[in-house]
């Protein structure tokens, strides 16, 4: 396999949500949890990578009045400084600098500042566009159109399965549907160490054991297929497996300004 490695990789914190248990996965309890929205700011020598965007900059005034009704069942926590746009900058890039930016999927919570990359190249799995354009109804309030339509004469890549993005093993996508048609995962090589990013493929670590989704999945037979995939990569593969959203997951690796390498 290509041996070739991104130089460094920043999570950057977002908003964060404080929801029941129960909506992350299946079987979960009632009780709240708080959880993290991150987005992933990758260097590599033939340029800067984003993956998922965090939460529109609206949500941190009136996440109803961006987001619509599924809002009223979410505590958001956003602070001005977690806006992506000012960690970006916090770190001396501007977002121009940024070439590529991957969705894990059009979920509200990953696509909030796609508008502000109209001159980056979007990658994507195949059959995400679409179904958030026209979701089956009960899954509707999850894909917010606002987020969505400013893009629609973006550059964008749709892949139609795991793809090598630039062809020397160091950012690997993979397609892990289930949570939603195009879900995908990101394999990321760094000098020291290779970390897996899961998207929303899995919530919460309990997840590996369980090999159930959460609720709001379009297919819960895909879906515990791509979780027992990623299982198979964390014991076959030398690699950290990242679940974005767990709290405790989150607190395990460094954040914003530290880089990981
Ligand atoms: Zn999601």
């Known amino acids: 396999m290509a041996d070739g490695k991104a130089r460094r990789m920043w999570a950057l914190p977002n908003a964060e949500l404080t929801v029941p248990q129960a909506l992350l996965m299946h079987g979960g309890a009632p009780d709240l949890v708080t959880i993290p929205c991150p987005a992933y700011l990758i260097e590599h020598e033939k340029g800067l990578v984003l993956f998922d965007t965090g939460c529109h900059p609206a949500v941190a005034d009136d996440p109803v009045a961006h987001w619509g009704p599924f809002a009223e069942h979410l505590q958001v926590s956003y602070p001005k400084e977690m806006l992506l746009d000012r960690q970006i900058q916090a770190l001396g890039y501007k977002m121009s600098d940024i070439k590529y930016v991957l969705i894990s999927h059009l979920h509200l919570d990953h696509t909030g500042y796609m508008h502000a990359f109209p001159n980056a190249t979007f990658i994507i799995m195949q059959d995400e566009l679409r179904y958030a354009y026209w979701p089956e109804p009960h899954l509707r309030d999850v894909f917010v159109f606002k987020d969505i339509v400013p893009t629609r004469g973006f550059q964008w890549l749709e892949l139609n399965g795991d793809f090598d993005i630039f062809g020397d093993g160091s950012l690997h996508m993979l397609k892990t549907p289930g949570h939603t048609p195009g879900e995908s995962s990101l394999h990321v090589r760094l000098p020291n160490r290779s970390i897996l990013l899961v998207g929303d493929t899995l919530h919460l670590r309990e997840q590996f ?28 593969h030398e690699c950290t497996v990242w679940i974005s959203h767990d709290p405790e997951d989150w607190d395990e690796l460094p954040h914003a300004p530290t880089a990981i390498e």
Do not use: E, H, Y
Not at 209 to 235: F, K, V, W, Y
């Open 209 to 236: 054991n369980t090999l159930s989704g959460m609720p709001l999945d379009t297919d819960p037979a895909a879906s515990s297929l791509s979780i027992q995939r990623l299982r198979a990569i964390r014991d076959l």
